[in-house]
């Protein structure tokens, strides 16, 4: 499956943005799909995940109460809603696949997006 993520830009702290991951395959339902960061100078990091059908998710810590994943399988996307940001949620957020149902585990997904640049100003 390919995926697509958008929605990346510049805000202030406090603000919020909404990012998007589109599937090109209607099999990704079958996909659990994640959210991964990347800022400079650190490794990727798992932000979010959902499972196939949406019945379960993990939020890492440093977004628990902030950000929102829910995924939509008749449009073959995964919405990540990213409220009261702050400066080091900046980063480059790639949303990604595994044949899963769900893991919470980066070596697991194998299927990547290009990355959105989310940028967030103190």
């Known amino acids: 499956v390919q995926l697509q993520a958008f929605g990346g830009g510049l805000v202030q702290a406090g603000e919020s943005l909404t990012l998007s991951c589109a599937a090109s395959?209607?099999?990704?339902?079958?996909?659990?799909v994640g959210w991964f960061r990347q800022a400079d100078g650190e490794s990727r990091k798992l932000v979010s995940a959902?499972?196939?059908?949406?019945?379960?998710?993990y939020y890492d810590d440093s977004v628990k109460g902030r950000f929102t994943i829910s995924r939509n399988n008749d449009k073959a996307t995964v919405v990540l809603q990213m409220n009261s940001l702050k400066p080091e949620d900046t980063a480059v957020y790639y949303c990604?696949?595994?044949?899963?149902?769900?893991?919470?585990?980066?070596?697991?997904?194998?299927?990547w997006g290009q990355g959105t640049q989310v940028t967030v100003s103190s």
């Open positions: 959902t499972s196939w059908n949406g019945g379960r998710t």
């Open positions: 395959a209607s099999t990704q339902k079958w996909y659990g």
């Open positions: 990604a696949a595994t044949q899963s149902l769900y893991s919470e585990y980066a070596t697991e997904y194998n299927s």
